[in-house]
């Protein structure tokens, strides 16, 4: 299967990579995938007191659409307020990476990852202030 | 572009260069192009003695008579004609066949439809981790209308050895016709067919360095093994499989096979040497693990599954080097290997499986190159593997509940 330039950019030098502290309150994490369907993505994100994401990183197993995938949402993530961040979507992330069909679900399991660290973070939050 | 380091020896192998000069003189004006059943004039003639030759090439390679050889596109076909023939000459005796889950999908897929034309099918399951199909396995699953036994020589996935000897003993004992897919045994490892209680076996000739589209049937004539033809047509072949024979492929896998008979165990003790070379420098990574036995292997396999890293991506890390995960025939899908499955490993194991196979044109420095170049790949995945980092934490995988999608 040939790869587009974008997947094997990201592929190659994939951006933000590395943990963020579980345990910090402004930290959310969110873990979706499973080893036996071949791909697992663990994204996190930092959020600042104003509610915008300073940091974002990840670690991936999976194919090079999979860790692609995840190295694009880190970018578009960074200095974007959780209510934009909630509004990216699959489809994006595959058009940006021109992900062939049998890969769109790479591009969705990245997307739930997204909503599973904002999920994460804002129960987080939502625990600390009660 | 620089030309990729080939390690996928178990696809096809390129034709050797003998072959390649034998075959195209079977082609042009000036060469040996005549239909080989032309009874009335030289070139018919000249192309018959060419095929003829190469018959017994093949049949010398494996201790057969050559008139038990019978041609075919390749082993698909010959797999087809062997157990669809004998299915539909023998139902009358019985209409119970047996298998194993490990075969190809030339062996499963036939076996599928004869299951839909109203056979009953048994696919052994290997021994966990080894791969093994034991002749006890297929004792306990013969049935007294059991009519054939069709199993693989050597598996084309994991590259494991089937007694196949000491299965046709039994088999013969019963009075059941046993069939064996010999594409990846051939040149590899010895077959006395003079000496061993076969009944059918199929060949190839892309995977011992002849051409792809032409393979070929044993089918023994003492005890004689009677088929119905699959293909009709002008008789050809004694009426087992009609078609104008291809002088020139035919050409090619007689001169393949008579250099497999006269350099291959020379060959198979090189390879030994570089296959363990790769192995002792892949297994110096962490968590890696050689799917199959080891022992009872061919040489020129070595499939290794590196854990917490998935096969694909390794795949792509590795751009300088054709292997392939799973075998080419089903490497389209994203499913895991059913062979791997088989063998009772787990789908993530079996997800970080790649296939090396090695043969004639793999040098040492190849290895070498392979070697440090799966070292960097391995360890920078790992670096990107979140699984990686549970397992170091200590965090048994098998205990955290994962969202299937």
Known sequence: MAYSDKVIDHYENPRNVGVLDKDDTHVGTGMVGAPACGDVMRLQIRVGEDGVIEDARFKTYGCGSAIASSSLVTEWLKGKTLDQAQTIKNSAIAEELALPPVKIHCSVLAEDAIKAAIADYRQKQGASEA | ?405
């Open chain 2, 1 to 405: 572009m620089k030309r990729q380091i080939y390690l996928d020896y178990s696809a096809t192998t390129p034709v050797d260069e003998r072959v390649a000069a034998r075959m195209t003189e079977c082609l042009t004006f000036d060469g040996n192009f005549g239909n080989p059943a032309s009874r009335s004039h030289s070139y018919g003639w000249m192309a018959e003695e060419a095929v003829e030759t190469a018959r017994q090439q093949v049949a010398e390679l494996v201790n057969a008579d050559p008139r038990e050889i019978v041609w075919t596109s390749g082993a698909t076909e010959s797999n087809n004609l062997a157990i669809k023939g004998a299915a539909h000459f023998y139902h009358s005796k019985g209409k119970h066949l047996i298998t194993s889950k490990i075969e190809h999908k030339a062996v499963l897929d036939t076996c599928r439809q004869l299951e839909r034309e109203g056979f009953e099918v048994t696919y052994l399951d290997p021994e966990p981790g080894t791969g093994m199909i034991t002749p006890a396995m297929v004792e306990a699953a013969l049935r007294p209308d059991t009519i054939l036994v069709s199993l693989m020589h050597v598996n084309n996935e994991i590259g494991t050895i089937t007694d196949i000897a000491a299965i046709g003993e039994l088999t013969r004992s019963r009075k059941v016709l046993l069939h064996v897919d010999a594409a990846q045994s051939t040149g590899k490892l010895p077959i006395d067919l003079a000496n061993t209680q076969v009944d059918l076996m199929s060949f190839c000739a892309h995977k011992t360095y002849g051409p792809k589209g032409i393979g070929a049937l044993f089918v023994r004539r003492n005890p004689r093994v009677r088929l119905e033809a699959q293909i009709h047509g002008g008789g050809h072949e004694r009426g087992f499989r009609s078609g104008t024979l291809a002088t020139h492929q035919i050409v090619g896998m007689g001169e393949a096979f008579r250099i497999a008979r006269e350099e291959g165990a020379a060959e198979q003790a090189r390879l030994m040497v570089l296959r363990d070379r790769l192995w002792a420098g892949l297994s110096k990574l962490d968590q890696v693990f050689v799917n199959g036995s080891i022992e009872h292997r061919i040489a020129g396999n070595l499939n290794v599954s590196f854990n917490f890293v998935e096969g694909e991506s390794l795949i792509m890390a590795l751009k300088d080097i054709a292997v392939s995960s799973g075998s080419a025939c089903t490497s389209a899908s994203l499913e895991p290997s059913y062979v791997l499955r088989a063998l009772g490993l787990s789908d993530e194991m079996a997800h970080s499986s790649i296939r090396f196979t090695i043969g004639r044109y793999t040098t040492e420095a190849d290895i070498d190159h392979v070697i440090g170049h799966a070292q960097d790949a391995v360890n920078r995945l790992r670096e990107l593997s979140p699984l990686w980092d549970m397992f170091q934490e200590g965090i048994d995988l098998n205990s955290v509940e994962w969202a299937a999608h």
